[in-house]
């Protein structure tokens, strides 16, 4: 693996191995009064993000610190990006300054692949840390972490996210990697929400979350923006709530080993109730402590075990 | 665009002096000044139309002379250029009813000087320069200048085309009389890049344009239907989370315009038509004109027949454009539509880009792509080699049809004895490797880049005098 642009096409196998590793990474940190291993020492990551964003770019400085590596974090408002600089630029000078790997956030689609190729020849890795409406691989990766934590194994689970498929890089990203690890997918929206084409997608589709949710083992809630109102993808905030919103009596049609969860930021008394958020079979909170390690086993695939291994 | 009466012979009185509203008249000659002696060509071993035995052609100021079997046509005086087409084909000089030459303001992607070097060696004797310069072309000063540049470089006929609204922002009408009764003789009016959306404005225009013999160019995307839009509406858009551009928005408008073009009784031009769907609304429509179906006339660009969406994986925005790569399917209707006649033409939208305009993430990316040198040898390939049109119908779409729909007297002729000398000559048998580096453009972003292409042009002919031959161009003064 040289870079981790996206699950789409991502080999089961090696999404495996950093599934593995990720479990390696918490066992070894679990109990650890100083939670830092030495592997990344003398590496540089460099994240850059161009949307605002809490956990992803948290959870990336914290997967690196924690292998030792130095971090280094730019945001496009207190950078050469608020002066005009193209992304382009902004890549090379990021990998001229020594950058082993940098971790991109950025509103445009396929930004991730065109830095990639941007950076190709440099030795510098790329991580897509989520680009415009395409990707967000190293979130599925953690909510495969967290699924498989939770239910032992993926194939055969029945996993359904609801919400805004359309605009959301995360089901774009799970309904790759979760297809491809051999889980049946079950995409619940209204119409306006689902992209076109999505019939040549591996999922099901339905436009009923009470019809679908007895029979699934894991619900995935996608966040609803506000601003998609203006586009008239659907009337209110109201009417959203009250036909996709995860509320309790709704939780309560799911099997009691089903699991909940959710990408964030939530917005609660939208898309999920306060307490389904809070219940035990939520799993929001592991899925953000998962984070690090998966981003742990992701850096480590990249950059300390690129050379024995040399996937993709 | 442009209108009337014969170009390149001479008229004495311009329409500078007439009113202007509803210039009726002169025009826009074309390109010369007035008959002077442009010496005499004689084009050897060519192939008219692609049928039959080769014949030999004399041009003596600018007009063909003589017709003969080989050998049989004698270089009359001492000035005569000899062209041996070696067996390939002669056609008349194609016309082009959609380019963008960048000048003014873009002078860094391409000029009036690049874009025409490029258009002679595709194979164009007359070009139209879409509007959306900086400053725009919505009043005379500019289309003048663009009409001025284009004498002065005298490699092609280049023919403005005056913006519809002012400023391109489709609220208030640009003064089309005045650009139409200018030096520049404005025959051909859009907005292209931008859709004259506004229903009202869109009435108006034709209703007005019918005064003038002009045609109103649509750029056809219905702007509330492609907020954000950046790829063909489909499972490939979907997949590379890339907002989709549906071609409902395209088709929807079309059918508006044929409706309100038949209504005012006006001309409709649809450019650069993209989907299926649109060819089966011109279908419906063009019957519907009360002056006949030619009234309502339509272009397909080369890339919308060869290049699908397929190409978006990797987001190499060389092949973003606007409207999109659509599907398979969609290329294979027009190619059909386009040898039915229900499109009546091949355009290029030709898009000259600055590298750091391309060489971007998809959504900074401007849309696109060079056009002038590849248009026959993608023709050729999508159209010719399959079976749908002969030379024949090359020539048609490529330019008979254009010249007859922007109004070109001395444009699109039969190849025959008296008619203006415009001619291409084509290798058919050459195959070529598309570089975007060796292209004459000053941008270079061809979407064929690498790719190996059949035909190729030879030569190039405007009104007697040979403009390019192989690579090379011949540009004189105006």
Same mark, same amino acid.
């Given at each position: 693996m040289r870079h981790l642009l996206g699950t789409d096409g991502l080999d089961p196998a090696v999404a495996t191995q950093v599934l593995d590793s990720a479990e390696t990474m918490k066992q070894t940190l679990l109990g650890r009064e100083v939670r830092k291993l030495p592997t990344l020492r003398g590496r540089t990551v460099i994240t850059v993000f161009y949307e605002n964003s809490t956990r992803t770019r948290v959870s990336f400085e914290l997967a690196g610190k924690w292998m030792s590596a130095d971090v280094v974090n730019v945001s496009a408002g207190g950078s050469s990006v608020g002066k005009g600089e193209s992304l382009r630029d902004t890549a090379l000078t990021l990998s001229a300054a020594g950058a082993d790997c940098v971790v991109l956030r950025h509103p445009s689609s396929g930004s991730a692949h065109r830095l990639a190729s941007w950076l190709d020849g440099t030795g510098t890795a790329v991580i897509n840390a989520g680009d415009g409406m395409h990707e967000h691989p190293t979130q599925a990766l953690l909510d495969a972490a967290t699924l498989r934590e939770r239910l032992g194994d993926i194939a055969g689970r029945r996993v359904a996210i609801v919400g805004d498929v359309l605009h959301s890089r995360v089901a774009r990203s799970n309904v790759h990697l979760l297809a491809a690890l051999g889980a049946e997918v079950v995409v619940v929206a209204p119409p306006t929400l689902l992209p076109a084409?999505?019939?040549?997608?591996p999922v099901t589709v339905s436009h009923s979350i009470d019809a679908e949710l007895p029979a699934v083992d894991a619900v995935m809630m996608l966040r609803v923006q506000a601003e998609r109102m203006h586009g008239a993808f659907f009337p209110s905030a109201r009417e959203y709530s009250v036909g996709f919103g995860l509320t309790e009596a709704r939780a309560a049609l799911l099997a009691e080993h089903a699991v909940v969860l959710h990408p964030g930021p939530m917005m609660r008394g939208m898309e999920i109730a306060a307490p389904v958020a809070d219940a035990p079979s939520s799993a929001i909170a592991e899925q953000v402590r998962n984070g690090v390690h998966v981003r742990m086993a992701i850096l480590y695939h990249l950059l300390a075990a690129g050379a024995e291994e040399g996937q993709q | 665009m442009t209108e009337q009466d014969a170009g390149g012979h001479e008229e004495s009185g311009r329409s500078d002096d007439a009113p202007p509203v509803v210039p009726t008249g002169a025009g826009r000659s074309a390109g010369g000044d007035g008959p002077r002696d442009r010496g005499s060509v004689l084009i050897t071993n060519a192939v008219p139309y692609g049928e039959g035995d080769p014949v030999d052609v004399l041009t003596v100021n600018g007009v063909i002379a003589e017709i003969g079997? !080989? +050998?049989? !046509?004698r270089a009359s005086g001492e000035a005569t250029d000899v062209l041996d087409a070696a067996g390939g084909v002669l056609l008349p000089g194609f016309v082009d009813l959609h380019t963008h030459l #960048?000048? /003014? +303001? #873009?002078e860094d992607a391409e000029t009036v000087r690049s874009g025409a070097t490029a258009a002679a060696l595709g194979g164009y004797t007359a070009v139209f320069a879409m509007a959306n310069t900086d400053p725009v072309a919505d009043n005379a000063l500019v289309t003048e200048h663009v009409w001025r540049a284009g004498r002065q470089v005298g490699l092609v006929d280049v023919h403005p085309v005056g913006a519809v609204t002012v400023g391109l922002e489709g609220a208030k009408l640009a003064e089309l009389g005045t650009m139409a009764g200018s030096a520049a003789a404005v025959r051909v009016f859009s907005d292209d890049g931008h859709c004259v959306d506004d229903p009202l404005i869109m009435r108006r225009a034709l209703e007005y344009s019918t005064a003038l013999d002009a045609v109103i160019a649509q750029h056809a995307e219905e702007p509330r239907l492609t907020a954000g839009a950046q790829a063909h509406e489909g499972e490939r858009a979907a997949r590379l989370g890339l907002a989709g551009w549906p071609s409902s928005a395209e088709e929807s408008i079309v059918a508006r315009d044929c409706i309100l073009a038949a209504h005012a009784g006006a001309r409709l031009h649809v450019c650069h038509v993209s989907t299926e769907g649109t060819a089966d609304v011109l279908r419906w429509g063009k019957p519907r004109h009360p002056s006949g179906p030619a009234a309502i006339s339509a272009e397909v660009t080369p890339h919308h027949l060869l290049l699908t969406d397929e190409r978006l994986t990797g987001y190499d /925005? !060389?092949?973003?454009v606007n409207p999109p790569l659509r599907t398979s399917s969609d290329a294979a209707a027009l190619a059909d539509a386009l040898a039915e006649g229900v499109i009546d033409c091949v355009a290029t939208d030709h898009a000259p880009h600055a590298v750091q305009d391309k060489d971007a993430e998809w959504a900074a990316a401007r849309p696109g792509m060079l056009g002038l040198q590849t248009a026959l040898s993608v023709v050729v390939r999508t159209m010719l080699r399959p079976g749908l049109l002969d030379w024949r119908g090359v020539a048609r779409v490529m330019s008979e049809r254009p010249a007859e729909i922007a109004r070109l007297p001395d444009q699109g002729r039969p190849i025959e004895v008296g008619e203006p000398a415009n001619l291409a000559i084509v290798d058919q048998d050459a195959e070529w490797t598309v570089r975007g580096a060796e292209l004459a453009s000053i941008a270079s972003n061809t979407p064929y880049e690498g790719m190996r292409l059949p035909a190729k042009v030879r030569a190039t002919v405007l009104r007697g005098r040979v403009t390019a031959r192989d690579t090379a161009t011949s540009p004189t003064e105006g």
């Open positions: 084409g999505i019939d040549s997608w | 079997p !080989v +050998g049989s !046509v #960048r000048e /003014p +303001g #873009r /925005p !060389v092949n973003k």
